[in-house]
């Protein structure tokens, strides 16, 4: 594996949220440099602001780009595109304007990755409802970040969390709509996904757990017959084409069996079928992957936090965690290149 440290963009996210704060608290100590080159992209003012709220102070040293960085001094790189102002924007509170900045910088990151002057993107969390009201007409950012890559084929968010993987077939739709796609191709792509980013991040051999849609896992077509119907057949198909996956087993205990070590993954077939799952166990250290692009994304895996920006106690371990991840799943990727 190469020694030379991943170069990471990392977005300070909406300025009305915790973003700023936490990046100027990891950014401050140094306490990521063994793990990647980090280079800011974003508004020196925001920055300012995050260090005002987290009670910290280091130097800014602004490039016109990441290729120009000189990595042997220890001020924190930034190149400010001087497109935010915090002061328009209240904190803890929705901004459509926020909102379109927030993808403006997302954008100039993922021109930064297109032109292979950074290997992966980082960013704090944002608004997905600010974002659309901004003019970024995605559900989600995921969705935003294929289209600015040209992206074609299947892509899908996951979320990390003690390098437990949990991916879901359907994602930010509604409840009526994630059944209405919970079909056998897509079970189907969802467990080619899932494995395949296993293995990208270092498990040589990952087995998965597939989860039911409905209660009890439909308890023998009396609940419902998607179990029998769809899921299993998919879950089969794709374990006689060698993948380790199995189910569908109990959405409310499979989890169990998963942190228990028995899987290295969980697929959901919804999305808060994760999601809850994985913030009660690890609130403060799940990771969000954007999972199938050529340009690696990670995210913590909870939001703006409007409630306590600005108290100085937002706590880091997820946004740690997804430079952390960004640089492992950099580093694999190199081997395989």
């Not at 280079?39 to 280091?58: H, I, K, N, P, T």
């Not at 992957?289 to 936090?305: E, K, R, Y």
């Amino acid at each position: 594996m190469s020694t030379e440290l991943p170069v990471i963009a990392l977005t300070p996210g909406d300025c009305t949220g915790i973003g700023p704060e936490q990046t100027a608290r990891i950014l401050h100590d140094g306490r990521l440099r063994d793990d990647a080159h980090v280079v800011v992209v974003g508004d020196a003012r925001v920055m300012e602001l995050g260090m005002r709220q987290a009670g910290v102070s280091f130097a800014l040293r602004p490039y016109a780009r990441p290729s120009a960085v000189d990595w042997s001094d220890h001020s924190v790189p930034i190149i400010d595109i001087g497109n935010t102002d915090p002061s328009l924007y209240p904190p803890g509170k929705n901004s459509a304007e926020s909102g379109r900045v927030t993808g403006e910088t997302l954008a100039r990151a993922i021109d930064f990755a297109k032109s292979g002057e950074v290997e992966g993107v980082s960013f704090a969390p944002l608004n997905k409802r600010a974002m659309y009201d901004g003019g970024w007409k995605f559900p989600d950012e995921h969705k935003m970040f294929a289209h600015l890559l040209g992206h074609q084929g299947y892509f899908s968010e996951m979320n990390v969390l003690d390098n437990q993987w949990m991916s879901r077939v359907t994602s930010h739709v509604s409840l009526r709509q994630a059944v209405e796609q919970v079909t056998g191709p897509a079970i189907e792509a969802a467990i080619e996904l899932a494995t395949t980013m296993m293995r990208k991040s270092g498990i040589d051999a990952p087995r998965l757990a597939v989860a039911a849609l409905n209660p009890h896992g439909g308890e023998n077509g009396l609940f419902g017959t998607e179990e029998i119907e769809i899921i299993r057949p998919a879950v089969q198909a794709m374990a006689a084409k060698g993948y380790d996956c199995q189910g569908p087993f109990p959405s409310d205990t499979v989890y169990l069996k998963a942190f228990a070590g028995d899987f290295d993954g969980v697929l959901a077939m919804y999305h808060d079928q994760g999601q809850i799952a994985t913030k009660m166990k690890g609130f403060n250290r799940g990771v969000t992957v954007t999972a199938g692009l050529d340009t690696v994304f990670t995210t913590p895996a909870h939001g703006t936090a409007f409630d306590i920006v600005g108290q100085g106690i937002a706590n880091t371990g997820a946004i740690e965690n997804a430079i952390k991840l960004a640089s492992r799943l950099i580093r694999f990727k190199r081997l395989a290149n």
